[in-house]
């Protein structure tokens, strides 16, 4: 046996430490928390703890102003070590059951927070949470990777990161040349390759698409020439089955919006869009009403509306 060796089989022999060890390899846990289970002050913690880690039988992770520990990589000849922790028999029985007492409390200050921030939550998660990691979690969720989809009236690429982790294939299409190089150069600053760019009106479009199996409309309707042809054209873009997911502004009468936005129709109501889908072949599956920002300057409600190629059209067509 190597004398370095025989210097940690020599920390390993003491009980206090045997008890950390044996704890750190179920949980991660601070010296604090490794003092209120053990019954020990903090420094005689830390004091064990700096030992085993001088041997990296434990290493550390800094949090905020905390240091949490846990079992390091055990190598050879220490391999077997883990096993013999896990086979240890529990003639210290208080020590699991404190550990679960501790891990509770965990859970109690996580759910006293919640409580007392409920009221405030949504204003408060805007300082720290990110659209574009929401957008990132949910197309994990959503992905299929054989889909087809297209953005219609991209602009910038807002929603193209999100698209693009959807699908197989994403195509951008837009008439301005200035925001579609934006849009290049926001799939480019987040890796993404899987998105063609087309130049053009999407009143334009046909033959310049594959067959796709959805088609997006992002508050792009009400600055369209001819919505009702565009509708019924894109009908025949999809594959059966496929979705077209428009959301735009109920109608209003707001001039002064509709002037921001460069609106040329002051939104739309569902009877409306519903009777321009049918020429297409599409058929209306979704409605939905969404109030208006409370903290934006626009303030009118919205919809989202989801229409899905049938199969009898597509048949005959």
Request: neutral net charge.
């Given at each position: 046996?190597?004398?370095?060796?025989?210097?940690v089989?020599?920390?390993?022999?003491?009980?206090?430490r045997l008890?950390?060890?044996r704890?750190?390899?179920?949980?991660?846990?601070?010296?604090?928390?490794?003092?209120?289970?053990?019954?020990l002050?903090?420094?005689t913690?830390?004091?064990?703890?700096?030992?085993?880690?001088?041997?990296?039988l434990?290493?550390?992770?800094?949090?905020?102003?905390?240091?949490?520990?846990?079992?390091?990589e055990?190598?050879p000849?220490?391999?077997?070590?883990?096993?013999?922790?896990?086979?240890?028999p529990?003639h210290?029985p208080?020590?699991?059951?404190?550990?679960?007492e501790?891990l509770?409390?965990?859970?109690?200050?996580?759910?006293?927070?919640?409580?007392?921030?409920?009221a405030?939550w949504?204003?408060l998660?805007?300082?720290?949470?990110?659209?574009p990691?929401?957008?990132?979690?949910?197309a994990?969720?959503?992905?299929?990777?054989?889909?087809?989809?297209?953005?219609?009236?991209?602009?910038?690429?807002?929603l193209?990161?999100?698209?693009?982790?959807?699908?197989?294939?994403?195509?951008?299409?837009?008439?301005?040349?200035a925001?579609?190089?934006?849009?290049?150069q926001?799939c480019?600053r987040?890796?993404?390759?899987n998105?063609?760019f087309?130049?053009?009106?999407l009143?334009?479009l046909?033959?310049?698409?594959?067959?796709?199996?959805?088609?997006?409309?992002?508050?792009?309707?009400?600055?369209?020439?001819?919505?009702?042809?565009?509708?019924?054209?894109?009908?025949?873009?999809?594959?059966?089955?496929?979705?077209l997911v428009?959301?735009?502004?109920i109608?209003?009468?707001?001039?002064?919006?509709?002037?921001?936005?460069?609106s040329?129709?002051?939104?739309?109501?569902?009877?409306?869009?519903?009777?321009?889908?049918?020429?297409g072949?599409?058929r209306?599956?979704?409605?939905?009403?969404?109030?208006?920002s409370?903290?934006?300057?626009?303030?009118?409600?919205?919809?989202?509306?989801?229409?899905?190629?049938t199969?009898?059209?597509s048949?005959?067509?």
């Open positions: 046996m190597h004398n370095s060796e025989a210097i089989f020599k920390a390993l022999a003491d009980d206090t008890r950390i060890l704890l750190l390899s179920l949980e991660e846990l601070n010296v604090w928390e490794l003092g209120s289970i053990l019954d002050p903090q420094p913690i830390s004091r064990h703890l700096a030992i085993l880690r001088s041997h990296s434990v290493i550390d992770r800094r949090d905020g102003n905390r240091v949490f520990y846990r079992v390091g055990l190598r000849p220490f391999d077997k070590f883990a096993e013999y922790l896990e086979s240890l529990n210290e208080t020590d699991l059951i404190r550990l679960e501790c509770a409390r965990r859970a109690v200050g996580s759910r006293r927070f919640a409580d007392d921030k409920a405030e949504d204003e998660a805007k300082s720290f949470q990110r659209q990691l929401q957008l990132f979690a949910m994990g969720l959503l992905g299929r990777k054989e889909l087809t989809l297209a953005d219609l009236g991209t602009g910038t690429g807002l193209l990161p999100f698209l693009a982790a959807s699908a197989g294939q994403v195509y951008a299409v837009d008439q301005s040349v925001m579609l190089r934006r849009a290049r926001r480019a987040n890796q993404i390759d998105v063609h087309i130049h053009s009106r009143e334009k046909s033959g310049r698409l594959p067959p796709c199996d959805g088609m997006l409309l992002h508050f792009v309707l009400h600055q369209v020439a001819r919505p009702a042809g565009l509708l019924r054209a894109l009908g025949k873009e999809l594959k059966p089955g496929g979705r428009i959301a735009d502004r109608k209003h009468d707001d001039q002064a919006i509709s002037e921001k936005y460069g040329l129709w002051h939104g739309f109501e569902c009877e409306q869009l519903e009777s321009w889908l049918k020429p072949g599409l209306m599956v979704e409605w939905r009403l969404l109030p208006g409370e903290n934006h300057q626009d303030q009118l409600p919205g919809f989202v509306l989801i229409a899905e190629k199969e009898l059209q048949s005959i067509a």
